[in-house]
Each structure stands twice: as C-alpha cells, then as structure tokens.
C-alpha cells in the first residue's frame, strides 16, 4: 500500500470508530431525547480530527442537533430525520468510503434544508 492508500485506510476506520456505535445507538433509542443525546455527542469529537471529510460530518451532524434545538420541527420529525441519516450512514458494506461520507453529507445535509425550509431555523434575519 502506498502513503495515501494507508492514510485514507485510517481515516476510515476512524470515522467507522467514531460515528457507528452513535449511528447504532439512535436507531436503537425509542426516545427523541435519548437519539438527540447521542447525536449531539457524535458531533464534537470529529473538530479535532485532521481528516479533509471530519469538517462536512461535523457540520451535518450539527445541523441534525439543530433541527431539535430550534423548537420550530416537531420532535417526532427531527427525530425521524436524526433516524435515516444514521441509517444510510450505516449503509454500506465495509469502512466507509471518501465517496459515502460525501453522499452522507449531502443527503443529511439535504434533510436538514427541507426541515428548515419547511419549519424555520434560528435566523431572525439582519439586524438593523
């Protein structure tokens, strides 16, 4: 294997150790709150990560927390939002890929949008 080759196996199974046990644990949790939890602490560890693809899963995932905190969504759907993202992360055969983790990101990021979209976010617009 060459450098890159090495260093983009690592980068996989570090974003397969940081994210999968999370990604699990909201679809096993019943309770909105409980799937909130757990996304909200996916998100922080992957800001102290140097890989190029931590900075676009630390932003969806974020967001994903957000569509809770903005008390605009009802929580059955920001908790069924939360749900699918986690369940298209896990779906994928081996480490996750460069290829996967941008099309999580879109996907995710896209979910977030028609939710905001939809609902309202935390803008208030410009302050005069």
Known sequence: ????TDEA???AALLS???????????????PWQAYEVANALFPP???QTMTLCGGMFIAWAEL??????GKTPVADAHAALRRA???WLR????PTEEHVRRWVSLAGD????????DGTFWQGPRA
Request: aromatic share 6%; hydrophobic share 45%.
């Open 46 to 48: 992957l800001v102290h």
């Open 1 to 4: 294997m060459d450098d890159v």
């Open 92 to 95: 994928r055969t081996g480490p």
């Open 86 to 88: 986690a369940a298209e």
């Open 9 to 11: 196996a690592r980068d």
């Open 17 to 31: 150790e940081l994210v999968d046990p999370g990604a699990r644990q909201i679809l096993e949790a019943e309770d």
């Open 65 to 70: 927390v957000d569509v809770f905190e903005t």
């Open 111 to 118: 979910e977030v949008a028609f939710l905001f979209d939809r």
